[in-house]
């Protein structure tokens, strides 16, 4: 309701699960607000463990297809929203998901802080679909730093497919 009157610049979610989006947000929102959502390109950070299911991977593929832009990495510590300047909610009780209450804060001050902390676990994930193709997924995550072995790990390929691509 508050992005209707102070549209989003640039948020960032971190969902440890799809449980606020499949069971609180989505059912809840107006058409106006999914055309808000639409246009807002909005990124989300969610838990490896949600790739294992298949009802999951086709939610977060079907939010892609609706314009967000999503990464993966092992563990997300709690649900937290974040849009630089403008707003960010955070529950009251660490890493309670879903949150049965949310402090809603518009300070500029504590909004940067906690976008730098959203910012740096988005750095730290990798884009989904993970995928197998081709040398592109590894030449992104060797950019960022990643061993060899965490590159397979995350692309879930083996060393020596990771070996060979960089070698390509």
Known sequence: ????????????NLYPDLSILRD???????EEEKRLVASASLRGVFPRALLADPESRAF???????????RIIDEVPSWVYADRGLLCALPLDWGEHPPSSIAIVTHP?????????????????VDYPLGDDGWEPVLRLLERGLSDAAIAQSLDISPRTVHRRISE
């Open 1 to 12: 309701r508050y992005a209707v009157t102070h549209p989003p610049r640039d948020p960032v």
């Open 24 to 30: 609180v947000m989505v059912p809840t929102m107006t």
């Open 60 to 70: 977060l593929d079907e939010m892609r297809r609706l314009g967000t832009r999503i």
């Open 109 to 125: 001050s504590i909004t940067a802080i906690v976008s730098l902390y959203v910012e740096s676990i988005w750095d730290k994930a």
